[in-house]
């Protein structure tokens, strides 16, 4: 099983065009992130969250500054990494099994091994039975977990998800962060997760990382420290309640929330 990668970002920024009506969308930003290390960054809409998730990939170059994964710097789009998005991105023409198993056609892989590493993700995610049902037959949490499926299923080091339980309702996302915690504690990948909600942040981080206003720089990092695993009520642990009125209050004090 691959292991995760280290991600450390020094000083990056992303300007978008070059003339008078150029778009300052992020930084300068440092990240550290360790190898295996489970991290959110939470912000505002529009302070560069979704902008960070493409440069730590490599699907979009910075402007300044230098990333580099697992020690190698980052010069081009990087293929051992997963990314999951807010829209589960799945082909309507292909079962949900054949969604997954993309991954082993485009990049040739060894289609017995991954077929069974499909099969162990159907079952780790709770998609056992769906495997020949079309996306159209599938609730909306049931397509973002064989979205999660498809990321995984070539056992990338990194995971990146950028807002991924968003558009799912309160009972499926409280599910689906469990599984997904309790999966990450199998696989120890390397997770970047971007999000709006409190909740999401402190229940499955080790850090989280707060942002600014954009262009988003980080403000403060917060040092999650709960049992693993998390309880689906985390309101259970008052250390909780701590860490989500620490981060809405840098949010009152930002601006970001005026309750006054």
């Given at each position: 099983?691959?292991?995760?990668?280290?991600?450390?970002?020094?000083?990056?920024?992303?300007?978008?065009?070059?003339d008078?009506?150029?778009?300052?969308?992020?930084?300068?930003?440092?990240?550290d992130?360790?190898?295996?290390?489970?991290?959110?960054?939470i912000?505002?809409?529009?302070?560069?969250?979704?902008?960070?998730?493409?440069?730590?990939?490599?699907?979009e170059?910075?402007?300044?500054?230098?990333?580099?994964?697992?020690?190698?710097?980052?010069?081009k789009?990087?293929?051992?990494?997963?990314i999951?998005?807010?829209?589960?991105?799945?082909?309507?023409f292909?079962?949900?099994m054949?969604?997954v198993?993309?991954?082993?056609?485009?990049?040739?892989?060894?289609?017995?091994?991954?077929?069974?590493?499909?099969?162990s993700?159907?079952?780790?995610?709770?998609l056992?039975?769906?495997?020949?049902?079309?996306?159209?037959?599938?609730?909306?949490?049931?397509?973002?977990?064989?979205?999660?499926?498809?990321?995984?299923?070539?056992d990338?080091?990194?995971l990146?998800?950028?807002?991924?339980?968003?558009?799912?309702?309160?009972?499926?996302?409280?599910?689906?962060?469990?599984?997904?915690?309790?999966?990450?504690?199998d696989?120890?990948?390397?997770?970047?997760?971007?999000?709006?909600?409190?909740d999401?942040?402190?229940?499955l981080?080790?850090?989280?990382?707060?942002?600014?206003?954009?262009?988003?720089t980080?403000v403060?990092?917060?040092?999650?420290?709960?049992?693993?695993?998390?309880?689906?009520?985390?309101?259970?642990?008052p250390?909780?309640?701590?860490?989500?009125?620490?981060?809405?209050?840098?949010?009152?004090?930002?601006?970001?929330?005026?309750?006054?």
């Amino acid at each position: 099983m691959t292991t995760g990668a280290s991600i450390v970002a020094r000083g990056i920024t992303k300007v978008y065009g070059s003339d008078s009506s150029a778009y300052h969308a992020l930084g300068p930003i440092d990240l550290d992130i360790k190898p295996g290390e489970f991290v959110s960054l939470i912000g505002p809409s529009g302070c560069g969250k979704s902008t960070t998730l493409l440069l730590a990939s490599g699907l979009e170059p910075v402007t300044q500054g230098s990333i580099e994964v697992d020690g190698k710097p980052l010069t081009k789009p990087i293929t051992e990494v997963g990314i999951v998005f807010q829209d589960h991105l799945l082909l309507d023409f292909r079962t949900a099994m054949k969604n997954v198993m993309l991954q082993q056609e485009i990049r040739g892989l060894d289609k017995s091994v991954i077929q069974a590493r499909a099969e162990s993700l159907f079952e780790r995610l709770n998609l056992k039975g769906a495997e020949n049902r079309y996306p159209w037959q599938l609730s909306g949490g049931m397509r973002q977990r064989v979205s999660i499926a498809r990321a995984l299923v070539h056992d990338p080091s990194m995971l990146l998800m950028d807002e991924p339980f968003g558009a799912l309702d309160a009972i499926s996302r409280t599910q689906i962060r469990h599984d997904l915690e309790m999966l990450w504690l199998d696989t120890r990948k390397t997770v970047l997760f971007i999000t709006h909600s409190i909740d999401e942040a402190v229940g499955l981080s080790d850090r989280v990382l707060v942002m600014s206003k954009g262009p988003g720089t980080i403000v403060e990092e917060i040092k999650i420290d709960l049992p693993r695993p998390r309880p689906a009520h985390l309101g259970e642990y008052p250390e909780f309640t701590k860490y989500a009125n620490r981060i809405y209050s840098i949010f009152e004090k930002l601006g970001v929330y005026k309750f006054k």
